[in-house]
């Protein structure tokens, strides 16, 4: 049995002819079939798409628009009561770990005061309530993170657009502190927090696992944790590529 | 430098375990899931082990891989760093590598590593490393690049100095300050992604208590018995937090003009 199963997957052939035939299926389109579930990988992915989609973009979401205030508010009243407040929660956001967030908001949130389901997921066709009330608890748990991270990058740029000479000349003119806020110094600052918005996206990647696994959603975290844990080796393979 | 304290207790807290902790690997069956008492400060879980005790050597592990880690990944940060600072011919290359490397999620390069040799601290240690070197890599590169073009090591290489002595002797040092700021950063992600991969079943072997493993063993009886995940979970934010106020501090100590600007 083991031979026959070595002749099917071509483990016989030397390891160069492996390695094109393997090139040769990707560009054709082929990705390959999962050893355990004994389904195209593409198949297997695209059905757990939908939940890891829905996941990291409403966290891009809830934590750019959170994130991006509280970096302007902290810059606003720099070294300010409000300023010490916010610099604490994002030292603090940093340093709790997505899933240890994810079990205090089950305990309190979902098992104490019963507001949202414990876990699982909801697809959207089945309704927008449903879809939300099983993504609220997930989305809050992975954003906690990223809320401190984008406000950090918020809070440090916009004070260095905040001593720029136009800032005071925008000032002298008898610009408005609004204005002078969201019109001046935002869209100047904006630039380089969009940046890090884009080159921290893979560390959100990285949460996503944690917190599927956490809230039992079927998502494509899963499927890369399952496939390592079944050793199923195409589909690991093309999940991380 | 609150962080500095805080992260010395720990580790003092951490090596003193065998002292007054307890037994962490000791099971009871008929004192499984107990609420936290006299006894069992903590509780005990769903194989009647003591949690407190295992939590204190939990810390054990964790700040040992997270120090370990990242010390590799400073070092090996470091020389690559500063011989990429230093070599056109090498920066290309090795850096585009570095490039490569850090567009992977941090958590799936270390699985990916893990998986190929099979569960252990030691590949642990060097999974969890690998992905934190290229910032380490960067920063000291644009430090050296930075550094190189300064009168100082013009004249050394002008009085004569071979360039390994300049290299140790005049630019070196100069990425220190910088250096110790990533490392606590690298430490505090290194503690962190650990907790993770022990919390998905990849880190930590099950038999040796590791926060995140415990949290893992727990998850289903979080109804019942919440210390059995609250303790390990605190008491890993409470080791990150210290360890990112140590970078902060040292941040703000090396380099006055941050602090002023924040």
């Known amino acids: 049995m083991i031979v026959g199963i070595r002749e099917k997957l071509g483990l016989n052939d030397p390891m160069p002819v492996q390695f094109i035939r393997w090139v040769r299926d990707m560009l054709r389109g082929d990705f390959g079939t999962s050893i355990f579930a004994g389904r195209p990988v593409l198949e297997l992915i695209a059905q757990r798409l939908e939940p890891t989609v829905s996941l990291s973009s409403l966290t891009m979401l809830v934590s750019v628009m959170i994130g991006v205030s509280f970096g302007t508010l902290a810059a606003w009243r720099a070294s300010g009561p409000i300023d010490r407040v916010l610099t604490a929660f994002s ?73 720029e000479d136009y800032m005071r000349t925008a000032a002298a003119k008898g610009a408005s502190s609004y204005a002078m806020l969201f019109h001046h110094a935002l869209k100047n600052a904006g630039v380089q927090i969009l940046t890090v918005i884009g080159i921290s996206f893979a560390y959100l990647i990285g949460g996503v696992v944690l917190t599927e696994t956490v809230f039992n959603i079927p998502g494509i975290g899963r499927l890369v944790v399952d496939a390592i844990n079944n050793r199923d080796y195409p589909v690991f393979r093309v999940c991380s590529s | 430098m609150i962080g500095g304290g805080l992260l010395m207790l720990l580790i003092v807290l951490a090596l003193a ?166 490392g606590a950063t690298v430490c505090a992600s290194a503690i962190l992604t650990e907790a993770g991969l022990s919390f998905l079943g990849v880190g930590v072997p099950p038999e040796i208590p590791s926060w995140g493993n ?34 902060d501090g040292l941040r703000d100590l090396f380099d006055p003009r941050a602090k002023r600007r924040r």
Request: hydrophobic share 55%.
């Open chain 1, 91 to 163: 030292a603090l956001g940093f340093s709790v770990p997505v899933f240890v967030v994810g079990y205090f908001l089950v305990y309190f949130f979902a098992m104490q005061a019963h507001w949202v389901p414990v876990q699982g997921y909801k697809p959207i066709g089945q309704g927008l309530g449903a879809w939300i009330e099983h993504l609220i608890l997930p989305t809050v748990a992975l954003s906690v993170a990223y809320i401190a991270f984008i406000a950090r990058i918020t809070r440090a740029s916009m004070l260095e657009v905040l001593s």
């Open chain 2, 17 to 182: 375990a065998p002292i007054y902790a307890g037994d962490p690997v000791n099971m009871d069956p008929f004192k499984r899931l107990q609420p936290p008492s006299a006894e069992m400060w903590f509780g005990s879980d769903n194989l009647g082990r003591d949690v407190f005790a295992r939590t204190i050597f939990g810390a054990r592990i964790s700040l040992m891989v997270g120090l370990l880690s990242a010390a590799c990944a400073a070092l090996v940060g470091l020389l690559i760093g500063v011989v990429a600072g230093y070599s056109r011919s090498f920066d290309n290359v090795v850096m585009r590598i570095m490039d490569g490397l850090m567009s992977i999620p941090t958590i799936l390069l270390a699985i990916a590593l893990i998986s190929l040799t099979g569960p252990g601290i030691g590949i642990l240690i060097v999974a969890i490393a690998i992905p934190e070197t290229p910032a380490v890599a960067r920063l000291v590169r644009s430090v050296v690049l930075g550094v190189r073009e300064r009168p100082y090591v013009e004249a050394a290489l002008c009085g004569g100095a071979r360039l390994p002595k300049v290299l140790w002797r005049h630019i070196l040092p100069s990425t220190v300050p910088a250096l110790m700021v990533q």
């Open chain 2, 214 to 247: 415990m949290i893992a063993s727990s998850r289903l009886y979080l109804a019942i018995a919440p210390m059995t995940i609250f303790a390990p979970g605190i008491c890993l934010a409470v080791t990150v937090l210290a360890v990112n106020l140590l970078g």
